[in-house]
């Protein structure tokens, strides 16, 4: 099946080689590679054009695109311009400070092929501790065994609303094309917008066939974790921390999932909020500011029992 590898880029001149390094490294090489830059202000565009000139030939057949945006609108909006510049049958977005397995994109071509696949989660080597994500053992009651390595999700909305499943952080998804064509990255928002994203072509999926969703362990992705991304990002005020999209989505819907989804969500907002807001002042504010969404997160922590 062919492969298009989709990178936004943004200030990432000092991961980018090794990002582009695992791709040409790969068993099987990808047949499309299209870069967004998101008018990024180090040199990362002309580390990329150096790596491309000075490599070309490693990779291969590889039909390579180097998109320059000329206004900065985040990775989700990337993303987008990026998928309609593609056109092959698997898709998935890389990082541009994450890195591919040597074997995974022949991996996730031979199960796509051999089990008839339909979405693929990937389990994630966070680097430079090596831990791994997620951890199988409280997962059991969503995955059946189909091959080494290869999980199918029984209860594919149920599993990924478990606070023990990781889906769309960093770029651990790979799709068929064809489910994506209807969606769109949230553009505006930065924080859980892989997440909400991806919930979105899942159920796009289920509400047409059954579909065959699987988790594929074995360590396929390594994501760096670095120094002032999101997740590890300080305010100063609670009111620069942006409500989730799957919150604000999802708020009013009567669906069991939906809300399961938006509960757990909730649920690392509100400690993310609090473990990166500088004074307890500050986290009274957020708490008081935001308090119409504790009952729909205390009705997650019982939907989720």
Known sequence: MTHAIIVPLFNKAA???QTLNSLIRQSKLPDELIIVDDLSTDNSLSVVHDFLRDNISAFGNCRIQVIELTENKGPGNARNIGFAASNSELVSFLDADDEYHPKLLETAANAFIGYQLDFMVLNIAFMPGNEIYPNLEPLKKYIESVAADLYLLKDP????SSPHFIMGVGSNVIVKSKWIASHQYQTEAQL????????????GILDKVPGKIVLQTGGYLYVNE?????SRKNYNHFKQIELPPVISRYQ??????????MGMIGERWYKHALQNLPSNT?????????????PKYIGYLLLKR
């Not at 670095?226 to 999101?230: E, K, M, N, Q, R």
Request: proline share 2%; hydrophobic share 45%.
């Open 15 to 17: 991961y980018i080689v």
């Open 157 to 160: 909305l149920r599993a990924v």
């Open 192 to 203: 859980n917008e892989g997440i909400d994203f991806w919930y979105r072509v899942l159920k």
């Open 226 to 230: 670095v120094p002032g991304s999101l």
């Open 252 to 261: 009013n819907s009567k669906d069991k999932h939906d809300r399961l989804l």
């Open 282 to 294: 500050q986290k009274v504010r957020f708490l008081w500011h935001y308090r119409s969404f504790l």
